[in-house]
């Protein structure tokens, strides 16, 4: 740990001040302030030996390196002494064209995996044994790389610009299913300790001021559905989930809040921490923490339960301590960079309003960039995703209902649809109350997509594989 702690004078007169888009890299975070792990700075020590071994380039231009932000431009890398901007190595491009081929020859074995791991989730819940998601899931690296990547950078004598030599093994990596047919996936961030799930709160008497469809407005404010999912992929790469509920300014009438939250609760279960916020400057939480307080909710009896929710940026904030990267997940004007402003302390990240029409939010964010906030950790903001369609996420859903996973393995039956069947254990754990049936509900919905999802994959799948 000696040697790397050499590797952390880092001074912010060398943040690409010279180089195109440097004044967006100003909030970016030192070296000092990233975490990389002993095994990954052991990956590294034996990646440079080998690099300069190979090559017979100076040891002494291989630097280690973590990716902060990615745009159009190349990716920018923040090294021990400076922020630069780096290209690809030709082998990235040797790499991916073999990643195909291989790909292309295990398709059908890792496309079978994938579709028979949803069947077993959606009429018997796994154990949430991990399982192989997809061909192209761990050959993501060779498609580029994430923001929070740790990378081997070769910087050449004057030379402005570095060059990405290899990606660090990941310690996770959080991404969603781009919906082809052959399941590739994209890979949102990686090495995340942290995902905030933003999700903004709607007042049911605005949305019917605003003139929403009859259909949204008969609808409930919260969108509990895309909470759920992703809780899921969050937890499918084993890091923490923190919902985020935004735009608390907006809910004139507390008693609809309070009414929200009870129901994402039957839902989400109380494990999960939910934090309501707002970035309006009148906001006051305080006037919003006692009529909760005395109002926790369990689907069970018991003589100490968790509060509704937490309040405020400053309980967000002991969620994003120093030295953990935290990624801010959620759809477009859920208020990503308006909460990252606030956390932030200054106006850092371009916002917009939504649509009076139908509340929808605008792509302002267009890049994928880490930001340092003041006394914590590093955040990743990243464009919002209209759509998270579920694939290979099987573990993630295990843990997320982890209760309902658990009563399925005593089912008298192993193909328990929970629905209707004698000696469903997880149809006694809803008549004693101890899984609501909004929770069963969303369990089966999600199941269900993933079976239907699996079931789309390529072509060539060997038809006997079928049920």
């Known amino acids: 740990m000696d040697a790397r702690a050499e590797d952390t004078a880092l001074t912010d007169a060398t943040l690409l001040d010279a180089q195109p888009a440097g004044a967006a890299l100003l909030a970016a975070p030192r070296f000092d302030q990233l975490a990389v792990s002993d095994e990954q700075y052991r990956e590294y020590e034996q990646l440079t030996k080998r690099l300069s071994k190979k090559t017979g380039v100076d040891a002494q231009q291989y630097h280690l390196g973590c990716v902060v932000r990615l745009d159009r431009g190349f990716p920018a890398v923040c090294c021990a002494d400076a922020t630069l901007r780096a290209q690809y190595a030709p082998v990235f491009s040797r790499d991916a064209a073999q990643v195909a081929r291989d790909s292309d020859k295990s398709s059908r074995s890792a496309a079978r995996a994938s579709r028979d791991a949803a069947l077993r989730t959606s009429r018997q819940p796994s154990s949430g044994k991990k399982v192989p998601a997809c061909a192209s899931r761990a050959e993501d690296a060779y498609e580029g790389v994430a923001v929070g990547d740790w990378v081997v950078v070769r910087r050449p004598h004057a030379h402005d610009m570095g060059v990405i030599e290899a990606v660090i093994k990941r310690k996770n990596q959080l ?32 949305s019917v001021a605003t003139n929403l469809p009859a259909a949204q407005n008969s609808a409930p404010a919260l969108d509990i559905n895309r909470i759920i999912r992703s809780l899921v992929i969050a937890r499918d790469c084993s890091a923490r989930p923190v919902i985020v509920l935004t735009k608390a300014d907006r809910i004139t009438q507390h008693d609809q809040l309070i009414e929200q939250i009870l129901l994402l609760r039957r839902v989400v279960g109380t494990d999960i921490p939910v934090v309501v916020t707002s970035s309006s400057p009148t906001w006051q939480p305080s006037t919003q923490v006692s009529p909760l307080a005395s109002a926790p909710f369990s689907a069970k009896p018991q003589t100490e339960v968790p509060d509704l929710a937490q309040w405020g940026l400053e309980a967000l904030r002991s969620y994003a301590v120093e030295k953990t990267c935290t990624l801010v997940l959620g759809e477009s004007g859920a208020g990503k960079s308006s909460l990252l402003n606030a956390l ?6 371009q916002t917009a309003e939504v649509r009076a029409s139908d509340d929808a939010g605008r792509h302002t964010t267009v890049a994928r960039r880490m930001v340092k906030i003041p006394h914590g950790g590093v955040i990743i903001d990243a464009p919002g995703l209209r759509n998270l369609a579920l694939m290979g996420h099987e573990q993630g859903l295990s843990l997320v209902f982890s209760d309902i996973v658990d009563a399925a393995q005593d089912c008298k039956f192993r193909d328990c649809t ?17 899984i609501a049936p909004e929770r069963l509900a969303a369990y089966a919905a999600l199941a269900q997509e993933m079976e239907s999802a699996a079931r789309s994959l390529a ?9």
């Not at 932030?344 to 990240?349: I, Q």
């Not at 929970?418 to 101890?434: D, L």
Request: aromatic share 4%; proline share 8%.
């Open 418 to 434: 929970h629905a209707h069947e004698p000696g469903c254990q997880v149809m006694q754990a809803i008549c004693s109350e101890h």
């Open 459 to 467: 072509p060539d799948i060997d038809p006997a594989m079928l049920p």
């Open 175 to 206: 991404a969603r299913w781009r919906g082809s047919r052959r399941g590739t996936q994209q890979v949102l961030a990686a090495n995340v300790d942290v995902v905030f799930i933003a999700q903004p709160l709607l007042d049911a008497a605005a």
């Open 344 to 349: 932030l302390g200054h106006e850092a990240l």
